[in-house]
């Protein structure tokens, strides 16, 4: 059974540092395309970044450009966000998100909450 | 930065057809692929590469891509179908989500 599982979110200050993590089974980690998409309260999807399965291609939103770093360990087969001078914006539900079409598989989500 | 436009809500009759429309600049010219997401539920694919359809998805949801739009269509529609819809494409290096589409059976 094919599994995502997020953690590491919750209530953080405006300015603050968080780090999300994403622990894989159940599918060949290092054969997919890895991402983070998120989605604030009551909103739609937003896509964050994408790793490729050897970590040689990394791209951003630019409305996370250098301030969130997307990391990948194929051999804990964990997917990793470092989000640092978080912003009230960034408030929502963080999926992790593998694919390899036509497989695509969601994680449940983890909620940062930026507040003061 | 490049966007996609969908229409923010829509309704349709079990059993007829819906037609949810996603437009872009140049759209055919990448790959669209469609979300359903229903209330408190992750995203499920159920339209990949412009018009293929994942293992499981029910054959009456098809897609196509042409000029500046693609299309998601739902035939012979059902109250399972009722929830938001979400396409999207790939800008060279940026993926992009349309705005979602509310999809009511009614």
């Known amino acids: 059974e094919v599994q995502l599982v997020e953690s590491g979110g919750g209530l953080v200050k405006p300015g603050g540092s968080l780090r999300l993590s994403c622990a894989a089974s159940?599918?060949?980690?290092?054969?997919?395309?890895m991402n983070w998409v998120r989605q604030a309260p009551g909103k739609g999807l937003e896509w964050v970044s994408s790793?490729?399965?050897?970590?040689?291609?990394?791209f951003y939103a630019d409305s996370v450009r250098g301030r969130f770093t997307i990391s990948r360990d194929n051999v804990k087969s964990a997917l990793y966000l470092q989000m640092n001078s978080l912003r009230a914006e960034d408030t929502a539900v963080y999926y992790c998100?593998?694919?390899?079409?036509?497989?695509?598989?969601w994680g449940q989500g983890s909620l940062v909450t930026v507040s003061s | 930065s490049y966007e996609l436009t969908q229409p923010p809500s829509m309704s349709v009759s079990p059993g007829q057809t819906a037609s949810i429309t996603c437009s872009g600049d140049k759209l055919r010219d990448k790959y669209a692929c469609w979300y359903q997401q229903k209330p408190g539920q992750s995203p499920v694919l159920v339209i990949y590469?412009?018009?293929q359809r994942p293992s499981g998805i029910p054959e009456r949801f098809s897609g196509s891509n042409s000029g500046n739009t693609a299309t998601l269509t739902i035939s012979g529609t059902q109250a399972m179908d009722e929830a938001d819809y979400y396409c999207q494409a790939w800008d060279i290096s940026t993926g992009v989500f349309g705005g979602g589409t509310k999809l009511t059976v009614l």
């Open positions: 998100v593998g694919r390899n079409p036509p497989a695509d598989y």
């Open positions: 159940g599918f060949t980690f290092n054969s997919y395309t």
């Open positions: 590469q412009d018009n």
């Open positions: 790793i490729s399965f050897s970590s040689t291609y990394i």
